[in-house]
């Protein structure tokens, strides 16, 4: 946008100035050829009167020196004929014909125009004067006169008038650009806005002050628009925060009275009962899950806190093994990561150990800033992939599995907010590939 509106402007600015610099410049040099005919044109009269003078006195002595002398001062041609166009006097090298001008001029009339003069042309002029006066003509004179001067004059003006458009038009692409940008400039703080709140930095506001009234106000409103949204998401993230924080009490409690109740239930109730303590541990894994991502998206994970990786999979190693599960890690020996790629790494592990199936392995890997967890287990289609990350997805596949479906949400939003990036890939034959590129200043190893 803004190089088109430099464009716009430049191109406007450039065509007022063509406009004003053309027509002054073919009027100077207009100018300058009346000039110069007025001056020849008083030369020629002067040797019209000598020819005229010398017809009626026979005697063409003075004329042919002052003719001679003229042309060898001024380096023109000069001619003069007489009533019958004989040629009487002549000085200098004539480089057109004179038979039209002859013609007009015996037949009394005068030059009054000539070619307009400019830098490239003409070199030379010719004009025509009648001697004599009216049915009384003697003769004509002709006289070429060269039109270096003429073309010097014009041709520096006209440098002149190019130097000054130039200079004109860059003072002109100049306040193009200014004016470009300070339309422009919120327009870009609104992009800039924009993307810091798409990047997760929800407090980024467009800061008025430069630029059109309309734009402004825009921004306003925009910044506006934005801490009513920012509001509602901080109260409805607040609410989630809150609610599963109010109902881990109760749920503790509840659990506490049915393990109370158990002694007191028939062998026929055993199995509902079984149920209903299974049915209140997944609310309250769902509850955690929702106090948990509550806590992420609010911004509770510490960016620059880093733990050793290596240690905390050796934890999961008793886990799987007590499920017939190997576990393979391959990552250097002083491992160092933020505590949310290590977060989404035991996320990635609970996963695998739900859905592989007994003697089946994960291998854990991290190279070149890459933490990947892959699994041999059944895996996910390529549009199951796609869905996976958002909230309580399930697999249809998988309905029966243990699990609040947030665990995948949660590992998306601990990847942003360490600014990595979170992909699920196929593995090969078959399986699941959590894949994890971790900004280069956060891994060490």
């Known amino acids: 946008m803004n190089s088109r509106l430099v464009i716009t402007f430049t191109t406007l600015i450039a065509i007022l100035i063509t406009a004003l610099a053309v027509p002054l410049a073919l009027s100077y040099a207009s100018h300058r050829t009346n000039r110069l005919l007025l001056d020849r044109r008083a030369d020629a009269t002067r040797f019209a009167e000598l020819a005229d003078q010398a017809a009626r006195d026979g005697d063409h002595t ?93 041709g520096m003006v006209w440098g002149a008038l190019a130097l000054g458009s130039l200079i004109a038009l860059a003072y002109g692409v100049l306040a193009a650009r200014r004016l470009a940008r300070w339309i422009l400039r919120p327009v870009t703080e609104l992009d800039r806005t924009t993307r810091a709140i798409a990047e997760g930095h929800l407090d980024a506001r467009a800061h008025p002050g430069v630029g059109p009234t309309e734009l402004r106000r825009l921004e306003e409103r925009f910044n506006a628009m934005a801490d009513a949204l920012s509001g509602a998401m901080e109260r409805q993230r607040a609410f989630v925060a809150d609610a599963s924080h109010e109902l881990r009490t109760p749920l503790t409690v509840l659990g506490l009275r049915l393990e109370n109740l158990e002694p007191h239930l028939r062998d026929e109730g055993s199995a509902e009962f079984e149920e209903a303590m299974a049915e209140l541990d997944r609310l309250a894994e769902l509850v955690e899950d929702l106090l948990a991502l509550a806590r992420v998206e609010a911004g509770a994970v510490a960016d620059d806190k880093k733990v050793e990786l290596r240690p905390r999979l050796g934890v999961w190693r008793e886990v799987y093994a007590a499920q017939d599960l190997t576990l393979d890690v391959d990552i250097p020996e002083m491992s160092v990561v933020p505590e949310a790629a290590a977060r989404i790494a035991d996320i990635a592990l609970d996963n695998a150990q739900k859905f592989v199936p007994p003697g089946g392995k994960v291998t854990v890997t991290l190279h070149d800033g890459v933490l990947r967890v892959a699994d041999d287990g059944p895996g996910l289609a390529e549009e199951e992939r796609a869905d996976a990350l958002g909230r309580f997805w399930r697999s249809v596949s998988h309905a029966n599995v243990p699990g609040s479906g947030l665990g995948l949400a949660i590992a998306a939003e601990l990847a942003k907010a360490c600014g990595a990036t979170l992909s699920l890939l196929s593995a090969d034959p078959h399986g699941l590939v959590v894949e994890l590129r971790l900004p280069e200043p956060y891994v060490s190893g």
């Open 62 to 154: 003075s004329l042919t020196s002052e003719v001679v002398r003229y042309a060898e001062l001024y380096g023109a041609a000069v001619r003069v004929r007489d009533r019958n166009g004989r040629v009487l006097v002549t000085a200098g090298r004539f480089e057109t014909g004179d038979t039209e001008p002859t013609r007009l001029a015996l037949s009394g009339r005068t030059t009054e125009d000539l070619p307009t003069v400019d830098p490239f042309g003409p070199a030379t002029v010719l004009l025509a004067e009648p001697a004599g006066r009216d049915a009384q003509l003697s003769g004509a004179v002709l006289l070429q006169a060269r039109t270096d001067r003429a073309r010097l004059d014009v």
